[in-house]
């Protein structure tokens, strides 16, 4: 059982960055794929970055690569999502996630919210 719970976001002007932060419980973190999602007003929820367990391998949506970068500190139970050059289209609720095989857990969620 892991428990998510995300933090660091706000509102931010455009070109501007923010750091999330995910918070894992449970003595196996360092075993799931840990990624974040993102799912703005109206639109379904989509795929942003992942990481393996070992962090070094890492995936990026498009429309994020050259601006995101996911990283995680397994020792401090914690994933990262490092936003860049943030746009107003970067607005939403975003989400961590951890999976292991057929486990599959979210956090509630924190708001970022890019004025132009």
């Known amino acids: 059982q892991v428990q998510l719970v995300e933090s660091g976001g706000g509102l931010v002007q455009a070109g501007g960055s923010r750091r999330l932060s995910c918070a894992a419980s449970?003595?196996?973190?360092?075993?799931?794929?840990m990624g974040w999602f993102r799912q703005a007003p109206g639109k379904e929820r989509e795929f942003v970055a992942s990481i393996r367990w070992s962090g070094g391998s890492t995936s990026y949506a498009n429309f994020v690569k050259g601006r995101f970068t996911i990283s995680r500190d397994n020792a401090k139970n914690r994933v990262y999502l490092q936003m860049n050059s943030l746009k107003p289209e970067d607005t939403a609720v975003y989400y961590c996630?951890?999976?292991?095989?057929?486990?599959?857990?979210w956090g509630q969620g924190t708001q970022v919210t890019v004025s132009s």
């Open positions: 449970g003595r196996t973190f360092s075993s799931y794929a």
């Open positions: 996630n951890a999976r292991l095989g057929p486990s599959d857990y």
